[in-house]
């Protein structure tokens, strides 16, 4: 077994050992806001995106936008998951993390990578079905329907016993995903990349 199945299997005792709980009746203080499975998410996000930066100087220059995507994307959900307000740090920490200043940091950043996108297809044009079977890419659909389904739960269109914390059940499966697609983001430029 190498390194990146051992971390995705690593992820996946984790979220397992997170679903035990409920079946015990802890599902309600798990999913608390800024509980412990919100907190987790948090961790395999930041862990995520450092992978990506890391992955992202072992492309080519040509397909930096992909882990460099996956890297914004990943304090993009974690500003949207924790609730900065309620934590206990100074007030322009607080009005960098939530609100106003939140969404400005943020546009900013997809705008920059949006433009860098329309500038680098001329690169990739040819790459793009390759890219698109990459393992980065399977992992991260594979990601993005759990996150879907977790919202599901969120809008109360499945109604179930302890729906809140099914949500962020899904949700955490969901960014463990995006370890495996970071660790192969480093090899999206190289033939091993491919999924399918």
Known sequence: MNFRQ?????SLGLIFFLVAPSLAGGAGELAEENGVIENTQVALLLLSGLI????????EQN???IPW????????IIFRELDIEKLAVPQWLIWVG??????LIMGFGWIALCVLAIRSYPALKNSVGRIARSRTAAFMLAAVTLLLLGSLFDHEAVMARHGKFWEEILETIGYSLFLPAAFYSGSISKAEAKFI
């Open 63 to 65: 397909y930096r936008l």
């Open 52 to 59: 990506f930066v890391v992955q992202s100087f072992r492309v």
């Open 69 to 76: 995507m996956g890297a914004w994307l990943s304090p993009s």
């Open 6 to 10: 051992k971390v995705f299997y690593w």
């Open 98 to 103: 939530s609100g106003m200043g939140r969404n």
